[in-house]
């Protein structure tokens, strides 16, 4: 059995369903057979960075890792919106005014918090029961409605241009789920009375997985040629270490495997992951001292 996550470093011009597969290629490479692969949050083929992929049991994780938080740098460069908002759109809107440093600098505080944003017309949202970017490479007109994000932390990192008239601005953002980097970036364009777009975004984090844990598509190639699966797959508990663990006895653990609710437990209220030794049986639900099962893992070694 094969159960974890490879965090892949997405090249340029990959897509997300290409690194899935690219990792279910090499697993069958090497011999593995035929075994179940998801990714944890798309990221654009003209995006790079942090594309966690969860094996085996850890696919059960990765609606919990669509949810989690995320930061990007990502390169705005002021003076032309493509319909896209990125590189690969045609030019829409153009403006000569060039923000100055300390504009941007003090723009940046009004973004942070929960604000209302509008997602890119090009991106996979479905609008009336179609993708959004099918209708609008159609040439349809229409509305993608407004969400609500969370921007926790937003940085200016490198800058080009005189500090009275910038070219482009690579930023750090903290975000939400459902945050539209390309969205920010335009917004942030027009709220210093310019219009810009996204000229290079990298994914630095996803959830609790890092580019420090990422390895390069050569590297993940190199497990289909005969390397080892240790060097490149990190156990199903790694994307857990957001939520404390929970430890069961053998008689508990069997318990949690049959679906059963345990009572009488001293701990608080929330979300654990429970374990029996150092093997996770299950994520949990703790209300009131009951323990209910809300995934459970098939995984050796647990108490049978």
Known sequence: MVDGWIILDKPLELGSTQG???VKRNLREAGLGKV????????DPLATGVLPIAVGEATKLCGRMLDASKE???TVRFGEETDTLDLEGKVVASSAVRPPLAALQSALGEFLGPIEQVPPTYSALMIEGQRAYDRARAGEDFAMPTRSVTIRALTLEAREGADD???AATLVADVSKGTY???LARDIARALGTVGHVTMLRRLRAGPFGLR???SLDKLNEVGKGAPLERVLLPLEAGLVDIPALDLDPEQARAVRQGRVLTGLPCNDGLFWA?????????VEISGGSLT?????NLTDVAE
């Not at 179940?36 to 990221?43: C, D, F, I, N, Q």
């Open 213 to 215: 844990q990422a390895i």
């Open 181 to 183: 980097i390309r969205s």
């Open 36 to 43: 179940k692969v998801g990714h944890g949050g798309t990221l």
């Open 72 to 74: 990007y740098a990502f």
């Open 20 to 22: 899935v597969a690219a």
């Open 293 to 297: 099962v809300a995934r459970g893992f």
């Open 275 to 283: 374990r029996l030794g150092r093997v996770p049986v299950a994520l």
């Open 165 to 167: 008239a910038l070219e």
